[in-house]
């Protein structure tokens, strides 16, 4: 293993256990909310219809997909990694432990936290990290959007 990608992997290790960074804060809005319900196919009324999700749900208007909160944490991702010259690739492994907990509506802003839960070497130059992820709403305090477990895996350089 390279010096640099073990001192990559060593202050990584020492992270284990904070918080690694926010995302800056996004918009749900409606056109977005349309646009992954026209890439998924999901078009419930409670995402697509603003008059008869105000007038047959308590959320007052539509609410995001709870996948299209999930899918935010992609990006957030981009946005809180700690970049370095020996990592070529930062792919996705899996999400465990998702659990919506509170509608996102119409117009929420969201952001993504993370947590760095572990890091552990993998073969053919890779590393996997283990993130603790929370999708929070502004102005809403009482609890998060989401929560899950992520598992990214790293591809170092040659």
Not at 6 to 32: H, K, M, N, P
Not at 54 to 74: K, M, N
Request: charged share 20%; with cysteine.
């Amino acid at each position: 293993m390279s010096d640099a990608r073990e001192a990559f992997l060593a202050a990584l290790r020492q992270r284990v256990g904070t918080r690694i960074g926010a995302s800056v804060w996004t918009t749900l809005d409606q056109a977005r909310i349309d646009g992954f319900a026209a890439a998924t196919g999901d078009h419930q009324f409670v995402h697509v219809d603003p008059v008869r999700a105000a007038a047959e749900t308590p959320f007052g208007g539509t609410v995001a997909h709870g996948y299209l909160t999930l899918s935010i944490l992609g990006g957030a991702l981009g946005e809180v990694l700690p970049a370095d010259p020996c990592v070529r690739a930062v792919l996705n492994l899996g999400a465990d432990k998702v659990r919506f907990l509170a509608p996102v509506r119409v117009d929420a802003r969201v952001r993504g936290i993370f947590t760095l839960n572990g890091v552990g070497a993998l073969p053919e130059n890779k590393a996997a990290l283990r993130l603790g992820a929370t999708v929070e709403v502004a102005d809403d305090a009482t609890r998060p959007a989401l929560t899950a477990e992520l598992t990214l895996m790293l591809v170092f350089s040659d």
